[in-house]
């Protein structure tokens, strides 16, 4: 199975910050990672899906990168809305894997 | 609108068995793969099973193979997972998900989950 590790597990960031995560694949996955936001009792949420493009209706604050086996997830300038963990997924081999997750706080 | 509602979770001992369903409107259900994803506050996410939109692939996590089962019901609009010999470690929040997106390979809507617990 492929291995998706993240970093760091938890962050907190002042409103307006630039916010960046880090996934490392344990091998190489070209570009087929996605990335999710969770809120507390809610359903995960697509944010990024092909490492590097926005879904539908996500505000341009979030971006994605990387190839092959590492990936950086970015907010530009985080909101309070942007609380939330955040998780990175390859879908390369089955089974698809998920990071362990980012939770993010504000300071 | 794409809409996707679980049902059947709920409180059950050690070795016991649950259906789970999932039941989907607003978009073409027989052109999709469906997933099961479950979380738990502990381990995160964790993807379970995947069938694909005739039921001619079927996928399982190592750890749930050969206990539970995946199906679906296209004339339904519904996806289930049959879930046996159920152990402490299955206690999650279980989604249904739909394989979508542009290259047909992210979980682009969610339903809104359905808990289990397995606990004597």
């Known amino acids: 199975d492929i291995q998706m590790t993240q970093s760091p597990s938890s962050l907190s960031a002042s409103v307006g910050d630039r916010v960046t995560i880090t996934c490392q694949a344990s091998?190489?996955?070209?570009?087929?990672l996605n990335w999710y936001q969770q809120k507390p009792g809610k359903a995960p949420k697509l944010v990024i899906y092909d490492a590097s493009n926005l879904e539908t209706g996500v505000p341009s604050r979030f971006s994605g990168s990387g190839s092959g086996t590492v990936f950086t997830f970015t907010i530009s300038s985080l909101q309070p809305k942007d609380i939330a963990t955040y998780y990175c997924?390859?879908?390369?081999?089955?089974?698809?894997?998920f990071g362990q997750g980012t939770k993010l706080e504000i300071k | 609108e794409v809409q996707l509602v679980e049902s059947g979770g709920g409180l059950v001992k050690p070795g016991g068995s649950l259906r789970l369903s999932c039941a989907a409107s607003g978009f073409t259900f027989s052109s999709y793969s469906m997933n099961w994803v479950r979380h738990t506050p502990g381990k995160g996410l964790e993807w379970v099973s995947c069938i694909s939109s005739s039921s001619s692939y079927i996928y399982y996590a190592e750890s749930v193979k050969g206990r539970f089962t995946v199906s679906r019901d296209n004339a339904k609009n519904s996806v289930y997972l049959q879930m046996n010999s159920l152990r402490a470690e299955d206690t999650a929040v279980y989604y249904c998900?739909?394989?979508?997106?542009?290259?047909?390979?992210?979980?682009?809507?969610w339903g809104q989950g359905t808990m289990v617990t397995v606990s004597s």
């Open positions: 997924q390859q879908y390369d081999n089955l089974p698809y894997t």
């Open positions: 998900a739909r394989l979508g997106g542009l290259g047909a390979s992210a979980f682009d809507n």
């Open positions: 091998q190489d996955i070209s570009n087929s």
